[in-house]
């Protein structure tokens, strides 16, 4: 994978999941990140979910992308199995203001933290479609980002 930009290119309109696991593996190998970050965001993006609505989408690429990096991590499947359940249940602004508005930090927030993708937590996306959201779950999510020391730029 000598050419990154051809390559990033190619990952840019790739619709093929194992084409991009198998850029990610590649990249991981020949040390390149920006190819493995490239690969993992687009993979991120079309892996498939069933909502119609933009914050319901939004947020599957959230749980698409810890699941991804946990399955790297663990060499198995990871499903977010009560996240998903409840999203179904009760909807996407109803499962993130939840989370947002929880004494303690979920797990998938911390991991995500952990794993330098706080554009992806659930407060990122609240904050991302601020006006679908009461305010005080838009202010419990701006306040979890500040204290987890995560500047505007990750939250977009």
Known sequence: MPDYPKVIAIIETSEDADQLRQFMENAKRMEAPAVYEAAFRRLVEILPNEADEPIAQDFWRSIHAL???LREERGKTVRLTRTR???DRAGAVKTLSDLALSATPSEGF????ERDMADLTAEAVILRHEAEFEAEVVTAARE???LAQVSDESEA
């Not at 911390?110 to 933290?113: K, Q, S, W, Y």
């Open 144 to 146: 979890r980002l500040e």
């Open 110 to 113: 911390e991991m995500l933290i």
């Open 85 to 87: 359940q409840k999203l």
């Open 67 to 69: 699941e991804q990096r």
